[in-house]
């Protein structure tokens, strides 16, 4: 299985923007189909997004993240991305990266098949 380690996280003022980093190893990275999820204290872990094993492929996204967030990969540097703009406090949360060994994936995380540990994501107002 590929091991996932998450990136990029912090503190921002409601309104900015982070972009996470999702390094991959020990896998083919371009077989693998890829998603964000996240967890804020108190909640279940929710969907963000995914995106297809090809460059440019498919992608498909929480509708509370939609038009401010962008997923992407770059399958040269086993990386996929999270571009997180106009932010809330409300997407305060432990980001987690997870790869699934197909072509396309959506929201369920039982499709998945490797996780990374997370990275915190504090949005203050």
């Known amino acids: 299985q590929v091991q996932l380690v998450e990136s990029g996280g912090g503190l921002v003022q409601a309104g900015g923007s982070l972009r996470l980093s999702c390094a991959a190893s020990?896998?083919?990275?371009?077989?693998?189909?890829m998603g964000w999820f996240r967890q804020a204290p108190g909640k279940e872990r929710e969907f963000v997004a995914s995106i297809s094993w090809k460059i440019g492929g498919r992608t498909y996204y929480a509708d509370s993240v939609k038009g401010r967030f962008t997923i992407s990969r770059d399958n040269a540097k086993n990386t996929v991305y999270l571009q997180m703009n106009s932010l809330k406090p409300e997407d305060t949360a432990v980001y987690y990266c997870a790869a699934a060994r197909v072509p396309w994936v959506e929201a369920s995380a039982v499709d998945y098949d490797s996780w990374g540990r997370g990275t915190q994501v504090t949005v203050s107002s």
């Open positions: 020990g896998g083919t990275f371009s077989s693998y189909a």
